[in-house]
């Protein structure tokens, strides 16, 4: 299994590579770093060794099996079509290709049905939702399933780190009280700032409008979302509060029972001991934490929960390497019946 990480010198593709030795590092023969022409050379560290990085042409001549983009929407719509093209499977986690018809856009624990039925014999494309829609849908999907959701009403509370290194950095330099360059046009400690992402002509930006999108692709166009999405000066993941809207009516039991069993959702919630989800708490875990369960009095069929994941590794990275999981295990079970 020859496997490449596109964008493997950046923030997430940093997280790519070590989630993919914690979970597929027994299966992989070769893993190629890629990178823009200025890392070319660099070493990354994977599996005890140190790997050189390689350039785009290279690693399309390579044919890898598997290449797990996060680059950007624009590197991605050059770069994984060619990709494609050479019977590779990419794995995009940019939003260059999620509301693309032809392509799906899969949660492993949700739809990963849809990856096993379909024909990737000769390469081709699969998007990884955004952050924010991975954890919301993660939360919603067994609830759906029971309830139906009707409306889901969303704030989110997004850690600096979904913007991207020069984020983080800006945030240390405040904290420090030392000058730098800046990702945000406004101070971001002591802060924070209700826009992430660019605005939109009808006033939302464009995060906002990849939930509505995203989470209508994945679990139901009949659902109706509508978010705000805020940047908040944490390092350690996303928080979300959830408001839903049901078709049927349910009992807390059955909503505790249901997120309990859901693969890949850890429930916590004890008002009485003043637990329940924090960044600090999911921070290098691949789980999606749900608590503050509680009725919402002011309408019928209705609840409000506290969504809280790691935006860099269930967010991004631990998504993208389930669907490669998902890939290697269909391809081993078509090698065993020829």
């Known amino acids: 299994m020859k496997v490449a990480v596109v964008g493997a010198t950046g923030m997430v593709g940093g997280v790519m590579l070590k989630v993919l030795e914690e979970r597929m590092g027994h299966l992989l023969d070769t893993v190629l770093p890629v990178a823009s022409a ?9 599996n005890g060794r140190d790997i050189p990085v390689i350039g785009m042409a290279d690693a399309v001549q390579a044919k890898p099996d598997l290449a797990l983009f996060s680059a950007g929407g624009g590197t991605s719509l050059e770069w994984a079509p060619k990709f494609a093209d050479a019977g590779t499977i990419v794995i995009d986690n940019s939003s260059a290709w999620r509301m693309d018809e032809s392509k799906l ?9 849809l990856v096993d039925a379909a024909d990737f014999s000769k390469g081709g494309i699969i998007a990884n939702p955004n952050c924010s829609t991975i954890q919301l849908v993660m939360a919603l999907a067994p ?3 029971r309830f139906t959701v009707q409306r889901v009403v969303v704030s989110t509370y997004q850690s600096v780190t979904g913007t991207g290194m020069k984020a983080v950095q800006q945030l240390e330099n405040e904290r420090q009280g030392r000058e730098g360059e800046r990702a945000y046009p406004f101070r971001i400690e002591g802060n924070v700032l209700a826009r992430c992402d660019e605005f939109l002509d009808n006033g939302y930006t464009k995060e906002e409008m990849k939930l509505t999108w995203e989470t209508k692709k994945i679990l139901d166009p009949a659902i109706q979302v509508t978010a705000t999405a805020v940047r908040v000066p944490v390092t350690g993941g996303h ?10 009516d349910f009992t807390m039991a059955e909503i505790r029972m249901l997120l309990g069993e859901a693969p890949g959702i850890e429930v916590v919630d004890s008002p009485e001991m003043d637990a329940y989800p924090m960044p600090l708490h999911a921070h290098g875990k691949d789980a999606v934490f749900v608590g ?5 009095e002011s309408q019928a069929n209705t609840l409000n929960m506290w969504v809280v994941a790691d935006n860099l590794r269930k967010g991004a990275a631990t998504n993208a390497v389930q669907i490669a ?3 290697v295990r269909k391809s081993i079970q078509q090698a065993q019946q020829a």
Not at 38 to 46: C, N, Q, T
Not at 292 to 296: A, E, I, V, Y
């Open 325 to 327: 999981e998902l890939l």
């Open 292 to 296: 503050r369960l509680r009725r919402d």
């Open 38 to 46: 200025e890392s070319i050379g660099k070493l990354v560290r994977f």
């Open 143 to 145: 609830l759906h399933a």
């Open 105 to 113: 856009l899969i949660v492993p624990e949700i739809n990963g049905a």
């Open 239 to 248: 928080s979300e509060a959830v408001n839903v809207q049901f078709a049927n």
